[in-house]
Nanobody, 120 residues
């Protein structure tokens, strides 16, 4: 059974940084593309960043240059380092497992989410 668990969320001031962590079990992690999505109140869930099994990355325009996605295949973890956070980054952040080497389709598995709140 594939399980994803996020951690690292919290409340910060604008301009500060946070790193989110996602631990994955029940799958061959190194073969899977992974992603981070977020959903703000009243809005649809949106892609923040994804990373292929080989480490190719892709970012939403709103976070490019501020956020970094990375993976640790030895620890079955994917990270999202968020710098210069803005109030509009406030959302529930979800880790996602595509179960394919490239993130070309919708993720197959999701974590329960972790709240990030940025105050001005």
């Amino acid at each position: 059974q594939v399980q994803l668990v996020e951690s690292g969320g919290g409340s910060v001031q604008a301009g500060e940084s946070l790193t989110l962590y996602c631990t994955v079990s029940g799958t061959i992690f190194s073969l899977n593309a992974m992603g981070w999505y977020r959903q703000a109140p009243g809005k649809q869930r949106e892609l923040v960043a994804d990373i292929s099994s080989s480490g190719l990355t892709n970012y939403a325009g709103s976070v490019k240059g501020r956020f970094t996605i990375s993976r640790d295949n030895a620890m079955n973890m994917v990270h999202l380092t968020m710098n210069d956070l803005k109030p509009e980054d406030t959302a529930v952040y979800y880790c996602a497992d595509y179960q394919t080497v490239l993130p070309l389709e919708e993720p197959r598995y999701w974590g329960p989410g972790t709240q990030v709140t940025v105050s001005s």
